[in-house]
């Protein structure tokens, strides 16, 4: 795929990994996909190595080829890296972070979060984690990389950093409460002013507050200054810069005043030693409660992460021996006893296990269990002891799973949050800007240097890039962890705020408003055959296959006892059904378009098909020799709640749709009792796309619920692609969120998380915004000609640290996210 290169014309060469590639027509179409995007010169696509090479004019991005690959169905291999950055500290740096990423070669995307403290890649290259790292600490912000191996339990280095900023806290207060006591005491009682003059002298206090303030810059400040004016040498000033510059203008303003007073007039000879330290002391608060509060948000994965029990029960030759979680392998047999948890997944050796599994799917009932069954590690024996086969251990289980899902979902962008970047990363420049103007113009007005230079200091401490940084990430976070104790995981963060716009919402029929367990119903034979022969032979066709319907088959065939003959050449035919050959007939089995497409006539059959669909049955055609020759009806029940979670979705003002393979009459009887106001029926899994985009055409965004394997297509198609998990099978790649749950109400549930978090994220930003629109102006003395009252840079501090308390304790209310209970 190549075209005509000028000698001169500039040149990117990109090569990646893709995807799903199995011969040489996927190799053309990819190659293809990749022609097709503006500014792509040439591209070749390897079978052997899965590798594209791709030449293209600097325009072009990883993005474009990015999505043409995903059209064509033969994705790009992406790798997503994860990294614990430092000196990320307000908003402004969650932009210097992505921008420092987004300029690397072969990542497609940065996503930082300001309250985890890290920041994901996608990259094309998996080993890219230390360049990407080295290019972080060049921009100001040492990085490491998070692997696998690291505990996904945020709460050990929360806690530290609580305890650090604890310790900085107590330092600052016990160095800053002489300073403020002697400044501040003195203004505010005169005969205590006084005393202090002619016990100690002004020049002796001074030099006092002096010393104790410059041990409190140099000693708990010390980071404000040491992040703050390397970022602000490098022109990326951050949150610190503001405060280092502040701090530093009152400190080295009083110092000139205490040590060299004849550089200024008699009348701006005055100290702010005070606001200084004090500054300095109340943020230092407000982060140590900051970094409390985002302890809190993260507690969903520290109560994940609290499931797994530190020791199990091991069986070795018969004897019971505790052993640490680290030293199961796959393979070992357990024991567990009533009240205790699994200590990883595995394969139930007993007749029966009852098991609460209510912190993996949000079930409050205990879920029985039958010999064979695959059990959740994190769940609890509620019921008579039992043993088990281990067959997953470490990061391999479903709880492992689960905590990486919410951690990437907690750790996603929104896309709000664009918004908000672009405002935060001009942000600090823009401030630092106005706090200049602002001395300035005070001067021109003729103001003394003492009133300019607070007024410039106030607008510097109080503008709160962190409230705006924290605003989203932190309502992500503990949305998302909520969701995660209701049974809803969010692969894709951003899920979250499209799901909220979604009009409607379309279902697939089986496994998900239905149980996905149909059974025989009944069998319609034409003359000259039995039912009993007739089932046999269907059977024969299904017996190796892992199909619902073939597991009733067989059940039925047992059930009566019937010999089921042997079929050669088993042949599945995609959205039709099975062709082989048993004995010297030839058989078929499949729905109605099959019997079309093989021109087999099925009139003696039709009315007996029409009955069945109207029960709400599945007819399936049996055909021997290309002769239409019995009717197998198979019934999957409604899944309990089924109808009264439509009839909520109702309430809430969505359209609710079905989109089914199943013959019409079938699709429009279940349709019926359920209340659904749309049905598409007899589609192939292919034309369900065609189906969900016609929806969205109509209504507008589209939610496509599926049991996540036969729905892999519309999941990815759809807006909000929401797969019904079984709780032990919730890696599904295609979907954006994953039910743990497979109650009908888990629907309900991911789109009141969704309406919730959105509009607490709303409020974070409206004060977020709303707090920096009002108060810098206040700060830069907009008050002052009406009132002669300037705002303090201590109040400003002290505002500015209690913006950012705001916005996380408003975040913290959706740990109480209830549930629309479905009527």
């Known amino acids: 795929m190549n075209k005509q290169i000028s000698p001169d014309e500039q040149i990117t060469e990109m090569g990646f990994e893709v995807q799903k590639l199995s011969c040489a027509g996927c190799v053309g179409r990819a190659e293809r ?12 696509v390897n079978l052997a190595t899965h590798r594209a090479e791709v030449s293209a004019r600097p325009e072009t991005g990883l993005t474009e080829l990015q999505t043409a690959l995903r059209r064509a169905g033969y994705p790009m291999q992406v790798h997503t ?3 614990d950055v430092g000196n990320m500290s307000c ?7 992505e921008q420092a990423l987004a300029t690397q070669p072969g990542v497609l995307r940065a996503s930082a979060n300001l309250s985890t403290g890290r920041v994901q890649a996608d990259v094309l290259d998996a080993g890219a984690a230390p360049d990407l790292a080295r290019a972080l600490g060049a921009a100001g912000y040492p990085a490491k990389p998070v692997t696998d191996t690291d505990s996904p339990d945020p709460s050990a280095r929360q806690a530290a950093e609580v305890r650090a900023l604890s310790r900085r806290v107590m330092l600052a207060f016990v160095l800053t409460l002489p300073v403020f006591v002697v400044e501040m005491g003195g203004h505010l009682v005169p005969p205590f002013h006084h005393w202090l003059l002619h016990s100690f002298g002004q020049t002796p206090l001074w030099l006092g507050q002096f010393l104790l303030t410059t041990a409190v810059l140099l000693g708990p400040g010390r980071g404000f200054y040491t992040s703050g004016l390397p970022a602000l040498a490098r022109g990326a000033p951050d949150m610190n810069s503001l405060v280092a510059i502040g701090t530093l203008a009152a400190w080295g303003y009083s110092t000139v005043a205490l040590f060299a007073p004849g550089l200024l007039p008699d009348s701006a000879q005055a100290v702010y030693f005070e606001a200084a330290a004090v500054i300095v002391t109340l943020i230092l608060l407000g982060r140590w409660l900051e970094a409390r509060a985002r302890g809190r948000t993260g507690a969903a994965i520290a109560r994940l992460v609290g499931l797994q029990p530190r020791h199990a029960r091991k069986l070795v030759d018969g004897a019971e021996t505790e052993v640490a979680l680290d030293d199961i392998v796959q393979g070992d047999t357990l024991r567990l006893r009533q009240g205790e948890r699994l200590a990883a997944d595995g394969e139930l050796l007993s007749d029966h296990a009852t098991l609460d599994e209510s912190m993996i799917t949000g079930e409050p009932l205990p879920a029985v269990k039958e010999q064979g069954a695959r059990l959740v590690g994190g769940t609890v024996n509620s019921g008579d002891a039992f043993d088990m086969r281990v067959t997953a251990t470490g990061g391999q289980t479903v709880l492992s799973q689960i905590i990486r899902m919410v951690e990437r979902a907690q750790g996603a962008k929104l896309p709000v949050q664009a918004l908000v970047d672009k405002v935060t990363l001009y942000f600090v ?8 103007l602002t001395v300035v113009t005070w001067l021109a007005f003729g103001a003394g240097l003492n009133l300019a230079l607070v007024a410039g200091v106030s607008v510097l401490i109080i503008a709160c890039p962190c409230a705006m940084g924290l605003a989203t990430p932190t309502s992500v976070m503990v949305g998302t962890g909520r969701a995660a104790e209701l049974g809803v995981l969010f692969r894709k963060g951003s899920a979250l705020q499209t799901l909220e716009r979604v009009r409607v919402v379309a279902f697939d029929k089986t496994g998900t408003l239905t149980e996905g367990r149909p059974s025989l119903s009944r ?17 024969a066709l299904e017996r190796d296959s892992d199909h619902p319907i073939a597991h009733s088959l067989r059940d039925a065939a047992a059930t009566r006892g019937l010999t089921v003959p042997q079929a050669e050449t088993i042949k599945s035919l995609t959205g039709l059904g099975l062709r082989g050959q048993v004995g010297n007939q030839s058989v078929l089995l499949g729905a109605a378009r099959l019997m079309q497409a093989e021109n087999v006539p099925v009139d003696a059959l039709t009315e007996a098909a029409s009955q069945a669909a109207d029960l709400g049955e599945t007819p399936f055609y049996l055909a021997v020799d290309g002769v239409a020759v019995a009717l197998i009806c198979v019934a999957d029940k409604l899944r309990p709640g089924a109808a009264d979670m439509i009839a909520t979705l109702h309430r809430k003002g969505l359209t609710v749709a079905m989109i089914s393979g199943d013959a019409t009459a079938t699709a429009q009887a279940v349709a019926h009792d359920l209340g659904i106001d749309h049905v598409v029926a007899e589609v192939m899994p292919k034309d369900k796309l065609t189906a969900l985009q016609d929806l969205r055409a109509a209504h507008g965004p589209v939610a496509f619920v599926g049991d996540g394997i036969n729905d892999a297509p519309a999941l990815a198609e759809a807006d909000v692609g929401l797969a019904i998990g079984s709780g032990t099978d919730i890696a599904v790649e295609a979907a954006d969120i994953v039910l743990a749950s497979s109650q009908p109400r888990a629907v309900i549930a991911a789109l009141d998380v969704s309406a919730q978090t959105m509009r607490n994220i709303r409020q974070n930003l409206f004060w977020a915004f709303a707090y920096n629109t009002a108060l810098v102006p206040v700060a830069a003395g907009l008050l002052y000609p009406a009132t ?17 308390v705001f916005v996380l304790s408003n975040a913290l209310r959706l740990r109480y996210i209830r549930v629309q209970e479905v009527a």
């Open 429 to 436: 420049p823009v401030v630092m800007a106005v706090a200049a």
């Open 788 to 804: 002669g009252l300037m705002l303090s840079p201590m109040l400003a501090a002290g505002a500015m640290a209690l913006s950012s």
């Open 91 to 97: 908003g402004s740096c969650i932009a210097r972070v």
């Open 33 to 44: 996909a990749l022609a097709s995007v503006p500014g792509v010169l040439s591209a070749r």
């Open 523 to 539: 069998v319609v034979a034409t003359p000259g055959l039995s039912e009993e022969a007739a089932l046999a032979l269907a059977t």
């Open 81 to 83: 890296l994860e990294f």
